[in-house]
């Protein structure tokens, strides 16, 4: 049998440079890889953290089903699915919240830079009232949640960005409470193996793609001006590989400590065209940073424009779309209710 993997991202608007380069070009490859038995999911749950509209939320669902398979996840190879539309796993989130010390949550880093976003939608009654942001619950127990989408599926490994890492540690910890708590008892006729598997994280050779305006600082759809999303038209691709920060000499040679912004560049174009590094500074060698960010802006305009047309295509039939998310969900709620069966008889929830 072929090890499960599984991963998911959030529908809470386009996806960036980051989105593609450190998870959903992975998820193609390891898709056709034919070495996993796949599953990828649109984390619609994990969105409702941040701020959003309700009538956007289903458009935007949509739309991230459309750019999964704009980018070549096939529904045939993977099972594509909806995280809410699979009530276990808040079900099983919830459990796993009763065995995770607070102290464990509010040291996670995605929270507490979250809570400072101002994107983050805290109660503006608590706020006006006692005059502090206090940041939502559901952002606070994320962790639990993705460690949740996880188990459910007994997933091996995980392909994530380097942001996920603190999450999926937390995940492991969990996995190893749950089995000394809960461990197969032979009493009952259960197996001798542990009840949760412990997952790996998979990252691509860039697991941190860096913003165009603060080589320092990730990518970010919170700063949209310094972020490079895959279906901006070519116009704007070029205009923020023009504008992006450069390093203060003008050679194009990787250097993460003293060049961090041309660093940041040539991965990404390394990535993009499968040369490598070395080769590129070969290429640009005597050409200026102006020469590289053309060439870039033409390299990511190229990349993404059949992806461009078709998910142009896939809008146009949202049904399509909807019945094609609809059957990956089904299936993959057979999975996740037997899991989460086997978890209820375990922890004594089940007469
Ligand atoms: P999210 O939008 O938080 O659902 O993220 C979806 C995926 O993109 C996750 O695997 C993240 O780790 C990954 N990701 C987000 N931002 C970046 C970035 N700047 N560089 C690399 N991976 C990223």
């Known amino acids: 049998m072929k090890p499960r993997l599984l991963s998911g991202i959030q529908p809470s608007g386009k996806l960036h440079l980051g989105n593609y380069l450190g998870a959903l070009k992975n998820f193609v490859d390891l898709q056709n890889s034919g070495k996993y038995e796949c599953y990828f999911f649109i984390a619609d749950l994990h969105s409702l ?10 458009k935007q669902v949509l739309e991230l089903m459309a750019d999964f398979l704009a980018a070549g ?18 079900e099983l989130a919830f459990i796993l919240n009763t065995l995770t010390p607070m102290g464990e949550l509010e040291r996670m880093t995605q929270f507490k830079d979250k809570s400072l976003n101002p994107n983050t939608p805290s109660s503006k009654a608590i706020e006006q009232s006692s005059n502090r942001t206090s940041p939502n619950v559901g952002l606070f127990t ?4 993705m460690a949740a989408d996880i188990i459910l599926y007994d ?3 995980v392909p994530t960005g380097d942001d996920q890492d603190q999450h999926l540690e937390l995940t492991r910890t969990l996995v190893r409470k749950f089995n000394s708590k809960f461990p197969a008892r032979r009493s009952l006729g259960e197996g001798g193996g542990n009840p949760f598997i412990e997952p790996q994280g998979l990252h691509t050779d860039i697991p941190r793609v860096m913003s165009l305006g603060d080589p320092l600082k990730k990518m970010s ?9 895959i ?13 992006a920060v450069t390093d203060s000499d003008s050679v194009v040679k990787f250097d993460p400590d003293k060049k961090p912004a041309i660093s940041n560049l040539l991965k990404i174009y390394s990535s993009l065209s499968g040369q490598s590094v070395k080769e590129l500074e070969h290429d640009f060698s005597g050409k200026t940073y102006s020469d590289f960010k053309s060439s870039l802006a033409k390299l990511v305009v190229d990349h993404f424009s059949k992806y461009r047309a078709k998910k142009k295509s896939l809008l146009a039939k949202p049904k399509s779309l909807a019945l ?8 993959a709620a057979k999975v996740a209710e037997k899991k989460m069966a086997e978890v209820k008889k375990k922890i004594g929830l089940a007469l």
């Open 155 to 157: 997933a091996k490994f």
């Open 324 to 331: 094609s998310l609809n059957t990956g969900s089904k299936k």
């Open 73 to 90: 996840l096939d529904p045939k190879k993977s099972v594509i699915f909806q995280q809410s539309q699979i009530p276990a796993h808040s």
């Open 221 to 229: 759809k919170s700063k949209p001006e310094t972020c490079l999303f």
């Open 49 to 58: 953290t941040e701020e959003f509209n309700p009538k956007e939320k289903s």
């Open 231 to 243: 279906d901006d038209s070519p116009e704007v691709i070029e205009s923020k590989i023009k504008r």
């Open 142 to 145: 994320y962790p639990t949640l």
